[in-house]
T-cell receptor, first 112, second 115 residues
């Protein structure tokens, strides 16, 4: 199994540009989440989903949109990139409430 | 609101000695608790979880964690550290009595094992 696949692995954006970070899982997990990792701040939850068609905001949702049209895919959209969004982004999925996450390998985003 | 704290940015231990990485949490109800490990330039890997039952849970790579409800803590432990245990460790919590199904992570603790 591929697990959780994130693309791209690296991206440089100019301020104001938009882009979509892709996330796909092949484990039929209902729960999916997006986190950003910044030095000294750990992982902060951006958005999450408990199933196809259902999404909710996390701790730091501003500037990001998500949708969940299928169980497999959970893309994260940056609407208008800002330098404050420079970070490493991780997508994760889990089968249900009492289970641990399987993480993707991350996308390193730099906004200049 | 749920939160989790890892009070130590870094823990240094000699190989062969026991190690402890501390975690405290705050939830309005009962918690699900998790530990993850991150090696350089990698995603996080699940180590262990506490859902219910025995307060001492065992996980991958010889790690274990003790749930203490009165102290709202979930410290990660290992009896004998290995150099290969050097990594970044994250504690995470889910409030099972909350309608929001989100897991919140701590800021991480860097574990360094010296030979």
């Amino acid at each position: 199994n591929a697990g959780v696949t994130q693309t791209p692995k690296f991206q440089v954006l100019k301020t104001g540009q938009s882009m979509t970070l892709q996330c796909a899982q092949d484990m039929n997990h209902e729960y999916m989440s997006w986190y950003r990792q910044d030095p000294g701040m750990g992982l902060r939850l951006i958005h999450y989903s408990v199933g196809a068609g259902i999404t909710d905001q996390g701790e730091v949702p501003n500037g990001y949109n998500v949708s969940r049209s299928t169980t497999e895919d959970f893309p994260l959209r940056l609407l208008s990139a800002a330098p404050s969004q420079t970070s490493v982004y991780f997508c994760a999925s889990r089968p249900g409430q009492g289970y641990g996450y399987t993480f993707g390998s991350g996308t390193r985003l730099t906004v200049v | 609101a749920q939160s989790v704290a890892q009070p130590e940015d870094q823990v240094n231990v000699a190989e062969g000695n026991p190690l402890t990485v501390k975690c405290t949490y705050s939830v309005s109800g009962n918690p699900y608790l998790f530990w993850y490990v991150q090696y350089p330039n990698r995603g996080l890997q699940f180590l262990l979880k506490y859902i219910t039952g025995d307060n001492l849970v065992k996980g991958s790579y010889g790690f274990e964690a003790e749930f203490n409800k009165s102290q709202t803590s979930f410290h990660l432990k290992k009896p004998s550290a290995l150099v290969s245990d050097s990594a970044l460790y994250f504690c995470a919590v889910r409030d099972i009595d909350s309608s929001a199904s989100k897991i919140i992570f701590g800021s991480g603790t860097r574990l360094s094992i010296r030979p």
